[in-house]
């Protein structure tokens, strides 16, 4: 089963509209990272937060981790048609015999109307 | 740099036939894995390798092999392709360190088994 899960499933909003993906996840994390996917494309880095941070700012991109209820939330500020994609969190093991094992949820559709 | 670079972009095979899909990268990155992403889902874990003679299993590897002889090489093999198969399939790398978990994605192989 996904470590991460995404909600929600698809979004369609206006151009100019924020934009806010959740993402749960199940077992304790080290860090989580958030990737994005333009339509039949390879998936694009875009953040990642680290287990002692609760809050992370990149450009239109703010993201929030709450460890206690093991979510974490995107929110993409006065958005663009072109940041019309699929939006994934990630987690990766960062010891043991798993260090480097990723897992990613099913991520959220989001469709930015011109 | 080319990045992460795959081949094919597209493959039909039959069921039980083998073939390899290639992925190679240009940045000297330690770490490299296989995903699949089935219609409408998030990544699964194939395999990965945290190095050159290194690799291991992923949340789905039934089916599929991998080796690392190389740095910059990680080819999948796929031993006798069944339907189930049909999927897109991403590689990735990424440093070791503190940007471990900055993962750079090919742009994919469209696999079709019939």
Redesign the interface.
């Known amino acids: 089963s996904?470590q991460?899960e995404e909600d929600p499933q698809a979004l369609s909003i206006q151009e100019g509209e924020n934009a806010t993906m959740n993402c749960s996840y199940k077992t304790s994390i080290n860090?989580l990272?958030w990737?994005r996917q333009n339509s039949?494309?390879?998936?694009?880095?875009l953040i990642?937060i680290r287990s002692n941070e609760r809050e992370k700012h990149s450009g239109r991109l703010r993201v929030t981790l709450d460890t206690s209820k093991k979510s974490s939330s995107l929110l993409i500020t006065a958005s663009r048609a072109a940041d019309t994609a699929s939006y994934?969190c990630?987690t990766?093991e960062?010891h043991g015999t798993?260090?480097?094992?990723?897992?990613?949820?099913?991520?959220t559709t989001l469709t930015v109307k011109p | 740099n080319a990045g992460?670079t795959q081949t094919p972009k597209f493959q039909v095979l039959k069921t039980g036939q083998s073939m390899t899909l290639q992925c190679a990268q240009d940045m000297n990155h330690e770490?490299m894995?296989w995903?699949r992403q089935d219609p409408?889902?998030?990544?699964?874990?194939i395999h990965?390798s945290?190095g050159a003679g290194i690799t291991?299993q992923?949340?789905v590897p039934n089916g599929y092999n991998v080796s690392r002889s190389t740095t910059e090489d990680f080819p999948l093999r796929l031993l006798s392709a069944a339907p189930s198969q049909t999927s897109v399939y991403?590689c990735?790398s990424s440093i070791s360190g503190t940007r471990?978990?900055?993962?750079?994605?090919?742009?994919?192989t469209r696999l079709t088994v019939t």
């Open positions: 996904q991460g860090n990272q990737y039949g494309r390879g998936l694009v880095h990642l994934f990630a990766v960062e798993n260090a480097g094992k990723s897992t990613f949820g099913d991520g | 992460v770490y894995s995903y409408g889902m998030g990544l699964r874990l990965y945290v291991d992923g949340e991403f990735a471990f978990y900055e993962q750079y994605f090919g742009p994919g």
